[in-house]
Nanobody, 119 residues
Framework: QVQLVESGGGLVQAGGSLRLSCAAS????????MDWYRQAPGKERELLAR???????SITDSVKGRFTASRDNSKSTVYLQMNSLRPEDTAVYYC?????????????WGQGTQVTVSS
């Protein structure tokens, strides 16, 4: 019954912006840390951002300054704002949920949304 559904991906030109959304249902959203990952073809899955229930964020160095995570607990939705996109940002982007009582264990994954950045 738990679902994480990503949306907002698509094709964008280099230098452009996209905002991804991840809508959660079937869980107590405010008890979960939410993560954003991406995986490009032939590459390892990369953690991009983590946001706590209270809105504190950690952004990986590879996208720091360009990507920002936020959340709206009233809407059970987490966002990833992506600016100054580059072709190397092309990947499938996933959200994931980590219960605050069980850090280190990813409980749920979304199915992903494709982001393609053209040169």
């Amino acid at each position: 019954q738990v679902q994480l559904v990503e949306s907002g991906g698509g094709l964008v030109q280099a230098g452009g912006s996209l905002r991804l959304s991840c809508a959660a249902s079937g869980l107590t959203f405010a008890r979960y840390v939410m993560d954003w990952y991406r995986q490009a073809p032939g590459k390892e899955r990369e953690l991009l951002a983590r946001i706590t229930p209270g809105g504190s964020t950690s952004i990986t160095d590879s996208v720091k300054g360009r990507f920002t995570a936020s959340r709206d607990n009233s809407k059970s939705t987490v966002y990833l704002q992506m600016n100054s996109l580059r072709p190397e940002d092309t990947a499938v982007y996933y959200c994931a949920a980590v219960h605050v009582g069980r850090p280190g264990t990813t409980d749920y994954w979304g199915q992903g949304t494709q982001v393609t950045v053209s040169s």
